[in-house]
């Protein structure tokens, strides 16, 4: 792996992140995960909700590959891996939590396309409340707003309520 620079090994677990997580999204959160990621579906009561758990856990092999990179000394690309995982969630955080979740109070307002795109693909990913029948699991990457729509309203809007304040 020694032969892969760095940066290019960090580029690509940014990216490959988002299909990870898109994958965990959609499969284990909303599957037998659904336990812990419930409370993200519902309006919060207090600072923190159980789904924050993920976090934790998803934080676990990043700081596993540092260890075995640099801590047992297995090569400084574990590390940029490790650094790469990492670096997705702070940019999860920031994004999901922080801008779309506002849980830390700030007065950003999008104005890119790609900003409003991602956010409002988010938004459309809370409209359904339930563990079944959501759209847009991905976050950094999301289709069209109006693909997202159609396909909410192809399944019936089951657990559907009004987008009013995103979740
Ligand atoms: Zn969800
Ligand atoms: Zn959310």
């Known amino acids: 792996m020694d032969e892969i620079p760095g940066p290019l ?3 690509m677990t940014v990216i490959g992140m988002e299909g990870f997580a898109y994958a965990a999204h959609r499969w284990i959160m909303h599957g037998p995960g659904w336990f812990l990621h419930k409370s993200h ?9 159980l789904n924050d758990l993920y976090a934790a856990i998803f934080a676990l092999p990043s700081i596993g590959l540092f260890w075995y990179g640099i801590g047992l000394g297995h090569g400084a690309g574990f590390a940029w891996i490790a650094g790469g995982i ?35 693909a988010h938004r459309l990913h809370h409209v359904v409340e339930t563990r079944e ?4 699991f991905g976050f950094i990457y999301a289709p069209r707003p109006e693909v997202l729509k159609a396909e909410l309203a192809k399944r019936g809007r089951a657990g559907v309520r009004s987008p009013r304040d995103g979740g």
Request: proline content about 4%; overall charge positive.
């Open 86 to 120: 990492a670096a997705y969630g702070a940019i999860y955080f920031g994004f999901h939590d922080v801008i779309v979740h506002q849980r830390i109070g700030h007065h950003y307002v999008p104005r890119s396309a790609y900003m409003k795109r991602i956010m409002q």
């Open 133 to 136: 029948g959501n759209v847009s």
């Open 41 to 49: 579906h519902r309006p919060r009561k207090g600072r923190f909700e």
């Open 9 to 11: 090994l960090f580029l």
